[in-house]
DNA sequence: TTGATATTTTGATAAATATACAAACATGGA
DNA sequence: TCCATGTTTGTATATTTATCAAAATATCAA
């Protein structure tokens, strides 16, 4: 992972409510939810939802697509995992055996099958 | 966890020399860095650098030890840890089987023994 | 005590951004 | 066509953010 892709990332959830938008969409799950959902449980103009999806977007956090005349955002786990791993990455240099290895924490979250 | 603690952690990590300063802190381990091993590694000027640490410390994700003309610099893995379960936490609502829990992810690296 | 090394603080500067709202616009479905 | 759902644009305002030079602090060694 380049340090730029990491630091838009982190940039992009360093924001109340876009942290917000960002745990409800990984607690969504896979299905994900429409943007008037997220406008409703989280109390913010419609207007200011977009923006600040397309700010998580924009750092590749999320993805939507159209579902009629809703349009519903997901959490992309991938991007999440692998921002994990790049946080932890080569933690301790291997001198505590307990850590979690890379792999484990690309697949931290709702792994994609390869 | 907060969420006024998650936003000010992911906003400290969301800058190219602070994330490198992290980072490199999370590989050295509990033994921690000097502050001037960082500052040579990573080419920052030392007052910019003590700039840098302070964010990152003030954000509570590393800490500080004098050791005699040296300052030692530490990641603070316990808010690490807490900080990756945060964005996780309850991922998929438990529809995933195979996503790491959250007491996975606050042992994720270095876990501190209880 | 004096000098050398290591790090922090302060003050100044310069550039940039970030968030929110209102109103207009776009799209899909009944 | 009309309504519901979302997005875009323009605008206003406030607030940071990163860096450097120079001075200050702290520890050690001679």
């Known amino acids: 992972m ?3 892709t990491a630091v838009s ?3 992009a959830l360093a924001q109340e409510t876009r942290l917000s938008i960002f ?5 969504a799950g896979p299905d994900g939810l429409a943007a008037g959902r997220i406008a409703d ?8 939802l977009s923006f600040h999806l ?3 977007s924009h750092a ?3 993805g939507a697509r159209q579902d009629g005349r809703y349009v ?8 999440m995992n ?3 791993a790049y946080l932890t990455e080569n933690c301790c240099r291997g001198a505590t055996a307990d850590c979690l290895t890379p792999a484990e924490l690309t697949t931290a979250c709702c792994p994609t099958p390869p």
């Open 82 to 84: 692998t921002l994990l």
């Open 41 to 48: 449980s989280l109390s913010v103009a419609p207007a200011t």
């Open 2 to 4: 380049e340090i730029k």
């Open 9 to 11: 990332a982190l940039a």
């Open 23 to 27: 745990r409800a969409l990984v607690q």
């Open 54 to 56: 397309k700010e998580l």
């Open 60 to 62: 590749g956090l999320i």
């Open 72 to 79: 519903l955002y997901t959490a992309n786990y991938e991007a």
